[in-house]
């Protein structure tokens, strides 16, 4: 997979939340023209985007803002609705990554709680309404 693709309605906010995550910002552009309209499939494309990269550089996320054309809806769907529902990062400290992320509006969906020996992890509403999961791994 070369990267995950996710819209935003504040470009900045959603750059910062990430950061807060964990990932860096690897490169900010501006889209527009008759070749990126094809490409989505839509008419009048004006778009601003950033790439995120995990810091073991292995990973990067897209987050896109679209100027034009312009889209009414609330992003907030429950965590069982189809489609894309949430990106999983691996993190050092469940709870210090949550502290960083509520700063930021982020939101605490369930609880945090231990998977078996396995894993400690909560979900987080981020921006755009999408879900995060924080999952940090339990080293023995």
Known sequence: MDHVGVVVDDLDAAIEFFVQVGLEPKGRGSVDGAWVDRIVGLEGVRADLVFMQTPDGHSRLEL?????????????????????????FAVDDVDATLERLRAWGAELVGEVVRYEDSYVLCYVRGPAGIIVELAQPLRD
Do not use: K, M, V
């Not at 100027?67 to 999983?88: F, V």
């Open 64 to 88: 896109t803002r679209f100027r034009s054309p312009t889209h009414e809806e609330d992003g907030a769907a429950p965590a069982n609705a189809p489609g894309i529902r949430h990106l999983t």
